[in-house]
């Protein structure tokens, strides 16, 4: 069993940063594939980012690729996405997931394909 928390979200200007944690409780979390995911009013749920196991394959969603990053600590059992250069339409909920299969794009881009959610952290960006 993994638990998954999210932090850091909040109220930030366009063209400003904010960056998310995610931590998680379990012994086996250097063992799953992170990703973020979020959702808006309204709009189903969207891929952001994912990182693999060892931290050492990263994937991005066109929307934000060359302005956010995700990296991973395993040693404090936290994954992290650094949001630069943040717009309106980034505004939502975004959540971290546990992916516990062998890391492939086509696996870590799809949320049916992750075992482990968090509860999510409002990010709101105003224009």
């Known amino acids: 069993q993994v638990q998954l928390v999210e932090s850091g979200g909040g109220l930030v200007q366009a063209g400003g940063s904010l960056r998310l944690s995610c931590a998680t409780s379990?012994?086996?979390?250097?063992?799953?594939?992170i990703g973020w995911f979020r959702q808006a009013p309204g709009k189903e749920r969207e891929f952001v980012a994912a990182?693999?196991?060892?931290?050492?394959?990263?994937y991005y969603a066109d929307s934000v690729k060359g302005r956010f990053t995700i990296s991973r600590d395993n040693a404090k059992n936290t994954v992290y996405l650094q949001m630069n250069s943040l717009k309106p339409e980034d505004t939502a909920v975004y959540l971290c997931a546990a992916n516990g299969g062998p890391y492939s794009i086509s696996s870590v881009s799809r949320s049916q394909r992750y075992d482990y959610w968090g509860q999510g952290t409002q990010v709101t960006v105003s224009s």
């Open positions: 379990g012994r086996t979390f250097s063992s799953y594939n």
């Open positions: 990182i693999s196991w060892r931290g050492i394959s990263t």
